[in-house]
């Protein structure tokens, strides 16, 4: 939340079910509204005295990037990217068709059996698993915070086959992920969580982080 709103948004349901948002704002002295538009978009606007119209001030989708998981589970995308979406390091398009025409929702998948997926009938070679960082990252969607410490987050997602990637961010603390990594979005400066994703051990030690289709 901007420091300009006081008391933050207050969601209200009525007796018909009708759901409505108000907010404080610290300047009243213009007309300010929000509206939904069709494509989903919150849109900002404040009366302009100078066009003598509603004036677009802020919208919540800065760029494609922002639509709910355009990259489709596994896929990362990047608002200045050509193309904006790609694959995690170690995965790559479910279908290659559809991600060449721009068609991303399909999202990605693994190359390569993580280790301790593996059946116990399959030798294994002693390699295991470990964790890529993608750093200045929007976590994914369908976190499951850990009453853990920032120190043991990983150790504990390592130590659990199911658990696919962790972060821990100052504020909110350890979030581990166990279903498909969806929603990811990869940002230009250090804003954002570092994101530590499970791979096979035939993925550690490679400079990408993210692999271009």
Not at 28 to 40: C, H, K, R, T
Not at 105 to 123: F, H, I, K, P
């Amino acid at each position: 939340m901007d420091p300009v709103y006081l008391n933050g948004f207050n969601l209200v349901t009525d007796d018909t079910g009708l759901v409505s948002a108000t907010f404080t704002y610290s300047n009243d002295s213009g007309l300010l509204y929000l509206e939904l538009s069709s494509s989903g978009s919150i849109l900002q606007k404040v009366l302009s005295d100078r066009k003598g119209d509603w004036e677009v001030t802020w919208s919540s989708q800065g760029s494609q990037c922002d639509v709910y998981g355009i990259c489709g589970p596994f896929g990362s995308c990047k608002p200045h990217g050509s193309p904006i979406c790609t694959c995690l390091q170690g995965f790559e398009p479910r279908d290659k068709v559809e991600w060449e025409g721009g068609n991303w929702t399909s999202g990605c998948t693994r190359r390569a059996m993580l280790q301790c997926e593996r059946n116990n009938s399959v030798r294994s070679d002693g390699k295991q698993d470990g964790f890529l960082k993608l750093p200045n990252t929007k976590v994914p969607d369908l976190a499951e915070w850990v009453a853990t410490s920032e120190d043991e987050c990983g150790t504990q997602c390592s130590n659990n086959c199911s658990c696919l990637a962790y972060a821990s961010y100052p504020g909110i603390g350890c979030m581990h992920w166990t279903g498909s990594l969806i929603d990811i979005q990869q940002f230009p400066s250090s804003d954002g969580a570092d994101l530590y994703i499970r791979v096979p051990y035939s993925e550690l030690g490679k400079t990408l982080l993210i692999t271009m289709f």
